[in-house]
C-alpha cells in the first residue's frame, strides 16, 4: 500500500508525501499537511484541463461575475447577506491574505496593537505576524466541560489593554474541529472593535462541517462590528486546489477595503491575474454544490471511523470529536511512554508514531504553546488507508506501558 490507496501522489512533489517520506517508505501513511489524498471535484479538473488546452496563458482581468457568484454563495450555502462590494479576489493563498490584512490595518488610523491568537491555532497567523513585526500573544482556549471554547473575556480584557489588537482565529478551528458558536464570534468581534482593532477569521475549513453543527460566517455573527472584522477563505482545502491561488475576503469596512486593495497592489499584485485559481473558485461556487455534500458525508464517516477506533484504545486521546473539516486534535500524553528503541526520551508523540507505525502526523508544537505534546492527524485519506493507520496506532497504544486507563 503506498498511503492512499487509489490516489498516488509520488512523484507530484506533495509537501505531505514529502513530509511523510514515503518516497524512500512506501509503507508509510501521511497524516500530516491539511490537503486530502481524495480526489477533487472532477468538473473542476475538467474545467483546468480544458483551459490548460489553450496556448495562451497571460495576464487576465477580474470576472465582472466572480464578487456576485461569492456573495450568491454565501446566502445560499451560509445564510450570510454579503454585499459583492465586500469581496476581494486575491492572487494568492490565504496565509499571504492574513499578511496583506495585517499590512492594511497598519496603515490604518488606530495604533499597530498586538496580534491575539487562541492557542492551539493554525500557525500561519504567528507566522505572518512575527514577520510583520507585530508582538504576538497566544491565550489558551477554555478547555473546561471536555470541549474548546474561546476564552472571549480574556481577548476583551486584552484588546481595551492594548488598542489596535489584531484577533486572528480560525473558524472552524484548525486543529481542533471545534465549530465556534454565534455569540463567541460575536464577543469576539465586539472586543476587537472595543480596542480599535481588527478581527481576522479564517475560513477556509468551513465548507466541510458534520451533521449536527452549522458553521456561521463571522460577517454575520459580528452583527454590528461586522466593520471591524475580515474573513479570509478559498475554495483549496473543500475541493484540493490548495496549490492554486484562489483566496478571497471579505472585507465590509470600505476604508480598511481600500487600504487591503492598496496594499495588494503594492506588492505588485491586482485582482486579476489568478487565472487557474479564479477558474477553480467559479467552478467550485457554481457548480460544487453537490459533490460538497457527498464528500462532506464520507469525510463523517470518515471520522467516525479513526474517533471510534482511538477512543476506545487511547482512552482520553481525543480530545474533542471534530465538528469540521478532516483534522483530528490527540492528546500524545494519552499514549504513555512507549518508545521506539533510538529515540529520545523527550521524542513528540509525531516522532514516536513516525517510528512505530509509519504514520505522519503534524505536531502539535506547530499550533503554539498549548500544542506542545500533542499531534493533529488528517483523516481526508481512502478509507483502507485510514483503517490500516487506525490499526497500527490503536496497536502500538494497546500495547505501550503507562498510557491513560479507560474512564480518565
Ligand atoms: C486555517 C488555515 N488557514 C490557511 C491555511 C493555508 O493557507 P496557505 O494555503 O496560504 O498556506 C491553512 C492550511 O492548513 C489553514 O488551516
Known sequence: MRGGDG?????????????????????RIPLGVADMDLPGFPALFAALRERLGHPALGYSRVDPAARERVARWYGRRHGAAVDPDWVVLLPFGPRTAVRV?????????????????????????????????????????????????LPVEEFAAACRRQPGAVVALSSPHNPTGRVWEADELHALAAAAAGGDGVLISDEVHCEIVHPGHRHVTAVRAAGEFAASTVVVHSVGKA??????????????????????????????????????????QEIALEHGEPWLRSLTAGLTDRRDLIVTRLADAVPGAVACVPEASFLLWLDGAAFGGARPEGLAPDAGIREVLLAACGVELTDGAAFGAAGRGWARLN???????????????ARFAEKAPGRRSAGR
Open 239 to 280: 475541493f484540493n486546489v490548495s496549490g492554486l491561488a484562489d483566496a478571497f475576503l471579505l472585507v465590509p469596512d470600505p476604508d480598511l477595503r481600500r487600504r487591503v486593495v492598496a496594499t495588494l497592489e503594492g506588492f505588485g499584485f491586482f485582482e486579476g491575474g489568478r487565472l487557474l485559481g479564479a477558474l477553480a
Open 101 to 149: 490584512v495585517l499590512d492594511a490595518a497598519a496603515a490604518g488610523p488606530a495604533p499597530r496593537g498586538p496580534l491575539l491568537t487562541p492557542t492551539p491555532e493554525y500557525g500561519g497567523f504567528a507566522a505572518v505576524a512575527g514577520a510583520a513585526g507585530r508582538t504576538v500573544r497566544e491565550i489558551p482556549l477554555d478547555r473546561t466541560g471536555g470541549t474548546y471554547r
Open 7 to 27: 490516489l498516488d501522489r509520488t512523484g507530484t512533489r506533495s509537501v505531505k508525501w514529502l513530509n511523510a517520506g514515503v518516497e524512500q517508505d512506501p509503507g
Open 379 to 393: 483523516f481526508a485519506l481512502p478509507a483502507p488507508a485510514l483503517a490500516e493507520a487506525a490499526e497500527r496506532i
